[in-house]
């Protein structure tokens, strides 16, 4: 039977939809709950999902928050899993993606690939893609990891973000001040308080308890953020802030590792963080004691046309007669 591609349209699909997407990107899981509420958000976010003779075969979307709305190249995924690839269910995905996105007026997409995924990488790079930057996945093992509790310098102190919400708009008031330092995706989530509290505190899974704050003089000077997995024995680091005027003084080093003993406190056996910078990277490394396990790769390319989508995989591609490259 052919693919057949729909979109996602109830609970039931989306959950669906999230089961065949962390089936393939298992390192970075998404939730029902969260994507429920950014579909609830976004007016231009699409899921869809591949079926063949009623199986899921793979998944996809294009994502609606302010970065991908404001561009001309949104952000989409594309996952299936190893054992349906080479059916053209990928083609098929993007293909859909394509004819949605260029309704939108827009121009191509912005997407991301494993570095030891040489398939999907490949895939990519026939379609015109080109790769646009490297992120580092770190991992730390909580079993051994032993530091001594963290202490503050004079002047600072630390709390979490659970026991001080009256602080919530000082640590937006950080968050604004530096995550356009971060990425474009991260800075156009500070423009508005909405879209910062849904796409960085909103997941059901943020631990607010293993949020810790710096803070000086009654003011939030930085913080970082720590999401729960489902297996509520692994969690992933989002994201260390600390305003300008206070950076070089071991703030960053210090809300981590009050973030690592709550965690180990809390039962959690496995922290996952990503940097894109070799200073993160020293200071997960070297300071902290995570391990360098991999890499993703962000790629950049145009929307695809129904004559590469139709072609089996694999076969070179043939330039109709007329049209010119792109």
């Known amino acids: 039977m052919a ?3 729909k979109a996602v349209s109830g609970y039931d699909d989306l959950e669906r939809w999230v089961e065949a997407r962390n089936d393939v990107l298992s390192d970075d899981p998404h939730t029902a709950e969260m994507m429920a509420l950014v579909r609830a958000s976004e007016l231009e976010h699409v899921d869809l999902l591949a079926s063949e003779d009623g199986e899921i075969v793979g998944a996809g979307m294009l994502a609606g928050d302010p970065a991908s709305t404001a561009s001309t190249h949104p952000y989409v995924e594309v996952t299936v899993p190893r ?15 394509s ?6 007026g827009k121009e191509g997409f912005e997407c991301e690939a494993r570095a030891d995924d040489q398939h999907s990488i490949a895939f990519l790079e026939r379609r015109g893609f080109v790769e646009t930057g490297r992120a580092a996945k770190y991992v730390l093992d909580l079993s051994a990891y032993d530091s001594p509790p963290p202490v503050p310098s004079e002047g600072l102190e630390l709390a979490m973000l659970a026991d001080r919400p009256d602080l919530l708009a000082g640590v937006y008031a950080v968050a604004k001040a530096t995550y356009p ?3 474009a995706f991260q800075a156009k989530h500070t423009e508005r308080l909405d879209d910062w509290q849904l796409y960085q505190l909103g997941s059901p899974t943020t ?12 003011d939030v000077v930085g913080f970082a953020t720590l999401v729960r997995r489902g297996d509520n024995r692994s969690a992933e680091h989002r994201i260390c802030a600390v305003l300008p005027d206070w950076r070089g003084r071991g703030i960053a080093t210090l809300l981590l590792q009050e973030q690592l003993a709550a965690a180990k406190r809390a039962g959690v056996e496995t922290i996952v963080a990503w940097g894109r910078s070799a200073d ?21 390319g145009p929307l695809q046309d129904r004559f590469f989508a139709a072609r089996p995989e694999g076969r070179a591609r043939r330039r109709p007669a007329g049209r010119p490259e792109r």
């Open 3 to 5: 693919i057949e591609i």
């Open 83 to 97: 054992t349906y690839r080479g059916r053209g269910v990928g083609g098929a995905l993007f293909q859909e993606l």
């Open 99 to 104: 004819e949605r996105a260029r309704r939108l």
């Open 181 to 183: 330092d971060v990425g």
């Open 280 to 300: 993160v990277g020293r200071t997960y490394g070297t300071k902290l004691g995570f391990e360098p396990c991999g890499e993703t790769i962000a790629f950049r």
């Open 207 to 218: 631990a607010l308890d293993m949020t810790p704050l710096a803070i000086a003089d009654g």
